[in-house]
Structures are given as structure tokens and as C-alpha cells.
């Protein structure tokens, strides 16, 4: 069971052109990180989201975290080619040892010139 | 930031032999681990969730005989893929939970099985 939606599952446009990717649940996550993914190489951490309503910017990326803690969006303002690569959004739940990150199954993203 | 380092980032085995992945972290202690699998334009399957000194959890699905992972210190975890098969070539990434509980991952490691 997936329990973390994330879409478009394929995005691909024009350079300068502006995008949002969601990423929504049923379940209430303690926090929500963002990774980007280059080809061949590990998921880089972008910014992690934990209070409910809350807005991070990360230069022309703005991510957005739901009031209920249950859903995330990132948006691009004015893409570039090296915007492209794999975004997957992970919702945390912590327990004590029992902490468990759920990917949502990512949007690969292709910023043509 | 906190760093997590893979070894080997490639690696190539004949079918039926035995290999190591080792995720080390390298400025952080890291009492949990997780081990992922991915195929190609596909995002992150968790296997495993490791904890130091203690068990691996597998995810439902996973051959806990065939993956081996120890967590034998707070900054090594190892997978080991036994009696490898073609099948069982992928993209193989590890994490360590750091402070204030972000997860780091490694740069990942590619097995091909011949």
C-alpha cells in the first residue's frame, strides 16, 4: 500500500516555466523531507518540513507543508535545465527505534533548455 | 552536514557468488540504518531498517537469508547479498538517521550480477 501519493509522476518542461509537485497522504507525518536524485547517485536532502502550515524557501524552491501535517508541495519558480533529476518527497514517523521514512514514489523532472 | 559513505559505488559478481556493501557514517553516530533498493527512474524501495546492536526488521517481501545486514557499531551497517543472481542487480542506497532524526543517505552502490 502506498501511502504517500506523489504526482506527477513525469513532468517535463520548458526552461523558465514554473512547477509544483504534491505529495499527499491520508496519514499525519511528524515531519516531511524533500530529496532530489541525480542519476547514479544517492538523494540529496533539500529541507525538511515538521510544523503543520509551514513555509520553506529555498531559492527559486518553495515547499509548503499542510496544516494537518499530511500533505507537501514543492514548487519551482522559473526552472533551469539543472533543476532536472528525481524529486521524492519522505514522510517521518518516529516512535523511539521504530522511526520509519515512507518515499513517495517521485517525480522525475526534466528542464529542457 | 552529516555525511554517510557507500562501498563499493560499483561492483560486479558472478551469479551464486556472495557480496558486501558496506555504509559507513562518517562524522555522526547513526543507531539506525536503512537499506534501499531502486530501479531505474523509480523511487526508493526500503528493505531493511537497521539498528545498532540489535536485529534487522525487514520489510515484507524481503529475503532476510539472502539479504544479510549487521549493524555491528554506531557507524557501520554491511549488506551482504548472498547466493547473488542476476535478478538481483540494482542500485542499492543506505541512510543513517542523524540528528534531529534527518536521514542521510549514501551515494549508493551498483550491483551488476553476471
Known amino acids: 500500500t502506498q501511502l504517500l501519493e506523489q504526482s506527477p509522476q513525469f513532468l517535463s518542461i520548458q526552461e523558465g516555466e514554473n512547477l509544483t509537485v504534491y505529495c499527499n497522504s491520508s496519514s499525519v507525518f511528524s515531519s516531511l523531507q524533500w530529496y532530489r536524485q541525480e542519476p547514479g547517485e544517492g538523494p540529496v536532502l533539500l529541507v525538511t518540513v515538521v510544523t503543520g502550515g509551514e513555509v520553506k524557501k529555498l531559492k527559486r524552491l518553495t515547499f509548503q507543508f499542510g496544516d494537518a501535517r499530511k500533505d507537501s508541495s514543492l514548487h519551482i519558480t522559473a526552472a533551469q535545465p539543472g533543476d532536472t533529476g528525481l524529486y521524492l518527497c519522505?514522510?517521518?514517523?518516529?516512535?523511539?527505534?521504530?522511526?520509519?521514512?515512507?518515499f513517495g514514489k517521485g517525480t522525475l523532472l526534466t528542464v529542457n533548455p | 552536514g552529516a555525511v554517510v559513505s557507500q562501498h563499493p559505488s560499483r561492483v560486479i559478481c558472478k551469479s551464486g557468488t556472495s557480496v558486501k556493501i558496506e555504509c559507513r557514517s562518517l562524522d555522526f553516530q547513526a543507531t539506525t540504518m536503512f537499506w534501499y533498493r531502486q530501479f531505474p527512474k523509480q523511487s526508493l524501495m526500503l528493505m531493511a531498517t537497521?539498528?545498532?546492536?540489535?536485529?534487522?526488521?525487514?520489510e515484507q517481501g524481503v529475503e532476510k537469508d539472502k539479504f544479510l545486514i549487521n549493524h555491528a557499531s554506531l557507524t557501520l551497517s554491511t549488506l551482504t547479498v548472498t547466493s547473488a543472481h542476476p535478478e538481483d542487480s540494482s542500485f542499492y542506497i543506505c541512510?543513517?538517521?542523524?540528528?534531529?532524526?534527518?536521514?542521510?543517505f549514501g551515494e549508493g552502490s551498483w550491483l551488476t550480477v553476471v
Open positions: 537497521s539498528n545498532e546492536g540489535s536485529k534487522a526488521t525487514y
Open positions: 541512510s543513517g538517521r542523524g540528528p534531529g532524526n534527518t536521514i542521510y
Open positions: 519522505a514522510g517521518a514517523r518516529s516512535g523511539g527505534s521504530n522511526y520509519k521514512l515512507t
